[in-house]
């Protein structure tokens, strides 16, 4: 292989990775890890010509330095580390590239191994780990447990029992009291009352268990108590109420459940676009989900959220000219929320339109002859619609500007004239075509006249009798 071969050399960790022109890859294991005296590795390559170059892949596109190989093994073979120092076996895989160490460093075979015979840690006892008693922990101490003290038992404390105290008493009274009667004010959400122990400590929690929001003491004569949540719970939150002894004991929680008193945010809502005739969106799980009619009163549909995810469909009569629906969600509270706007489909024609010539000047005010060739729309267009006008039967159409516009001269057949109209979503009305007309701006020519009989002197002195 000859140095043209090579397009760059690369340092991958402790390996060099040669890569070729021709897209092949050469990776050598290891060229950059130093022998265990320091030494380094070096790469030869062989041209065709036989010449041998030592190379400096450290720089990427490599330096080279031509070499002779005969020098450079005896070279190597004359060092203090002898002819371990040249890898051979790089010559064959590399074709005409080789390794060298010595100059190139190369392995001495000293596993650095310096720990206690045949047991493979660091320290100077015959166990396996690497502390310097005789046991197979890793604590200093001389027992066979993995905690620090002297005993034999898996605690941390000085004792012979299981346990993490350094006492062998029991508390006198260890039974959990029954869960307390407790009761939520339904109206405002912001009292409990019930019963407990005598003197018991009462804790109220909030939806997750462990947060207390409230807490009190009963009634040391007949355990009642009453207590006061701030702010009040108002939208069906799931709390518990436990009550605590005078010995420390805390019972299990009384499940209780808030009033639902807040209103749900307004559900999602779309109308599906090719028919109108459904609406989908997601409300909260389980809410009954209405569909008004833009007037707000008249119900179009109604249907249930999926309990668990709250999607939802619901089927309506078809709203295909862009209505404005209002869609809310009712919670099992029975609280209804705000309405969001669903917009219907446009997929509605809009109405014809009509138009006439504003001045008709002709022998009769309807014959379609006129000097003015004005064209009015005598009809009112749909919000946001536009509208258009044709001169030649509809064959093209023509923007309209205004409420008219101004023919030219000219005479159009019957049906030449029409407009429509386009509503905002583009669909275009029935077209109006107007009768005949003809648009004449041209003054006639002038005409001619004499007397009939000059009865004067002469016959152009325009005397007669």
Known sequence: MSRAEVAVFER????????????KTIRIIDFYEPSHDGQTNELVFEEPDGSTWLVHPEHTSGIYEQVDWLELIQSATESERGISGVIFPALGLLGAAGAVAGLAGGGSGDDNNNGGPGDGDSDADSDSDSDADADADADA?????????????????????????????????????????????????????????????IIIYGPDGTTIIGSGTADPVDGSFEITIDPPLTNGEDITVTQTDQAGNESE?????????TDPAAPSADVDDATGATVTGVAEPGATVTVYAPDGTTVLGT???????????????????????????????????????????????????????????????????????????????????????????????????????????????????????????????????????????????????????????????????
């Open 12 to 23: 991958v960790g402790l390996d060099l990775i040669i890569r070729l022109h021709s897209g």
């Open 303 to 465: 249907g249930t959220a999926d309990p668990g995810t709250g999607a939802y469909t619901v089927t309506i009569p078809a709203q295909t000219n862009g209505e404005d629906l209002l869609v809310t969600q009712t919670d099992g509270g029975g609280n209804e929320s705000p309405p969001s706007t669903a917009t219907a489909p446009d997929l509605t024609d809009p109405a014809a339109i009509n138009a006439e010539l504003d001045n008709d000047t002709g022998s009769s005010a309807s014959d379609g002859v006129t000097n003015d060739g004005t064209v009015v729309l005598t009809s009112v267009l749909e919000p946001s619609a536009t509208w258009q006008y044709t001169t030649n039967g509809g064959a093209t159409w023509n923007p309209g500007s205004g409420s008219s516009v101004l023919l030219p001269e000219g005479v159009y057949a019957d049906g030449a004239v029409g407009v429509r109209q386009v509503d905002e979503a583009g669909n275009e009305g029935t077209p109006t075509f107007l009768g005949p007309i003809t648009v004449d701006l041209t003054d006639p020519a002038a005409i001619n006249a004499e007397l009939d009989n000059d009865t004067g002197s002469s016959a152009s002195d325009g005397v007669t009798n």
């Open 141 to 201: 101490d001389a027992d066979a447990d993995a905690d620090a003290d002297a005993d034999a038992d898996a605690d941390a404390d000085a004792d012979a029992d299981a346990d993490a105290d350094a006492d062998s008493d029991s508390d006198s009274d260890t039974e959990a009291p029954l869960p307390p009667s407790a009761q939520l004010d339904q109206q405002t959400g912001g009292t409990i009352t019930g019963r407990g122990e005598p003197g018991a400590e």
């Open 253 to 261: 929680p009384t499940p209780l459940e808030a009033p639902d008193l």
